[in-house]
């Protein structure tokens, strides 16, 4: 006796479910944390001293003190500060850089070319961490050390995939702007400036918005090459609660929301633009 093979209707429905299956539990393993975070950020300290459950409910629902002494005590406005002050030069940098980097590799013919590219490939490779040292050096030996500049630097020189992107759209601006332009009279730079800038918009609202995300939610650098508490910047800020002997992890709860928030806000404002703008840069 044979069993029958499932109709091509039943192993449709067979993949949707385990494809909505998959979703929500993707959906529970990202929304658990959060969930947890921010029911802590609603307790008191004496709830936290009780061993209070991680998913339980806070006595006060309103309870809203945290939050207050998080962004006194984190001195979060000073942190925002600096992190805007980052970010403003940091994601600046990055598109000049990255856009003038891709024209030039894409648009100009020299010796060693597709060994440059290669190697912008290899350095996507190697594990930030193994150079740290050599970093460090660099970076103090200029004068950068536990100043503003040493993430704003470091952040601009280290973003291989942001030349990646723009390198993709570059490739799909037809030569024949640049000949026109040429024939007009301008240059390398005009054909940059006028032309070339102008088209990568997508590209460039990709660059900004996953730029200013990943240097906005950094801990690394600010905490390795800013040592100083006035440099503090919003990841280093919930360390001011964490000490040798115990944590205040209701306030931390309290400073990460207020850390998450921005993030999330603009992430979801502006989500369409990022996914618009990998699908372009990868189908042209």
């Known amino acids: 006796m044979t069993l029958a093979h499932p109709t091509p209707v039943v192993r449709r429905r067979v993949a949707r479910t385990l494809t909505h299956l998959s979703l ?14 921010f029911l802590t950020s609603l307790k008191s300290e004496q709830e936290m001293a009780r061993g209070s459950r991680a998913l339980g409910l806070p006595d006060d629902l309103l309870n809203l003190r945290n939050y207050a002494t998080a962004f006194r005590d984190g001195e979060m406005l000073a942190a925002f500060g600096n992190t805007a002050f980052i970010l403003l030069f940091a994601v600046t940098g990055t598109v000049v850089i990255g856009s003038m980097a891709a024209y030039a590799i894409d648009r100009f013919t020299f010796r060693f070319r597709k060994l440059i590219v290669a190697l ?3 350095a996507t490779l190697v594990p930030g961490v193994t ?13 950068m050390f536990d100043s503003l500049w040493a993430p704003i630097a470091l952040y ?5 995939v942001s030349i990646y992107i723009f390198l993709q759209f570059v490739r799909s601006i037809p030569i024949s702007l640049d000949e026109a ?3 007009d009279g301008a240059n390398a730079f005009t054909i940059y400036r006028k032309i070339i800038f102008p088209l990568l918009r997508p590209a460039i609202a990709t660059v ?3 730029k200013g995300i990943t240097v906005y939610n950094d801990f690394y650098i600010p905490f390795l ?3 100083s ?5 919003i990841s280093t800020s919930l360390f001011r609660f964490k000490g040798p002997y115990a944590a205040h992890w209701e306030t931390i709860s309290a400073g990460t929301v207020l850390v998450i928030l921005p993030t999330l806000i603009v992430f979801l404002a502006l989500q369409r633009f990022i996914y618009n703008g990998f699908m372009r840069g990868a189908t042209k």
Do not use: W
């Open 229 to 233: 508490e006035d440099l503090g910047v």
């Open 225 to 227: 090459y800013m040592p």
């Open 208 to 210: 900004v918005i996953v």
């Open 181 to 183: 332009a040429r024939l």
């Open 120 to 122: 912008f490939l290899v």
């Open 156 to 160: 601009m020189g280290t973003d291989i």
């Open 24 to 37: 929500v539990l993707a959906s529970v393993v990202v929304l658990l944390p959060l969930a947890v975070v």
């Open 131 to 143: 150079t740290q040292v050599a970093t460090f050096q660099i970076v103090d030996s200029f004068g």
